[in-house]
């Protein structure tokens, strides 16, 4: 699964992400229809997705993320080389790598499979406002 614009790429196919107002962004759930509306809201570092199952709200302290869902917590570990893991306290639920275009999910359980897509797109719009303010900021 890859950011390109306005789209996600998973598995060969093409879904449409419509931008909305105030920086909010509509992410297709897939072939299980519906939609979920993600937001990044840079000046607090969290991301909130609007979810037809219900609300989610991740947290980004010094080290990691966190946000609850379905009963559970969770963590959000990103490690300098460009993954991201998410863990909850069974294991990892899922991992994804930085690319050119985004994040690409390489292993998701199906504990977070229906909120994957829209996760890794609100972690995806952080990555980019991350990249963009260490482009601003130049070198040292």
Same mark, same amino acid.
Request: net charge positive.
């Given at each position: 699964m890859?950011?390109?614009?306005? &789209?996600?790429r998973e598995s060969g196919v093409d879904w449409p992400v419509r931008g909305e107002r105030r920086g909010w962004h509509?992410? =297709?759930? /897939?072939?299980?229809?519906?939609?979920?509306?993600?937001?990044?809201?840079?000046w607090r570092d969290r991301v909130e997705i609007r979810?037809?199952?219900?609300?989610?709200?991740? &947290?980004?302290?010094?080290?990691?993320?966190r946000f609850e869902w379905g009963g559970r917590a969770y963590?959000?570990?990103?490690? =300098?080389? /460009?993954r991201v893991e998410i863990m909850s306290s069974v294991g990892p639920v899922l991992r994804a790598r930085h690319t050119l275009w985004g994040l690409r999910a390489e292993h998701v359980e199906p504990a977070v499979e229906r909120i994957a897509r829209p996760l890794l797109f609100g972690l995806a719009l952080r990555l980019q406002w991350q990249l963009?303010?260490?482009a601003t900021a130049g070198p040292g």
């Amino acid at each position: 699964m890859g950011l390109l614009r306005d &789209r996600i790429r998973e598995s060969g196919v093409d879904w449409p992400v419509r931008g909305e107002r105030r920086g909010w962004h509509s992410v =297709p759930l /897939g072939a299980s229809g519906g939609e979920a509306a993600v937001h990044y809201d840079v000046w607090r570092d969290r991301v909130e997705i609007r979810h037809p199952d219900g609300r989610i709200l991740v &947290r980004f302290g010094w080290v990691r993320g966190r946000f609850e869902w379905g009963g559970r917590a969770y963590r959000i570990h990103t490690t =300098p080389g /460009g993954r991201v893991e998410i863990m909850s306290s069974v294991g990892p639920v899922l991992r994804a790598r930085h690319t050119l275009w985004g994040l690409r999910a390489e292993h998701v359980e199906p504990a977070v499979e229906r909120i994957a897509r829209p996760l890794l797109f609100g972690l995806a719009l952080r990555l980019q406002w991350q990249l963009a303010a260490l482009a601003t900021a130049g070198p040292g």
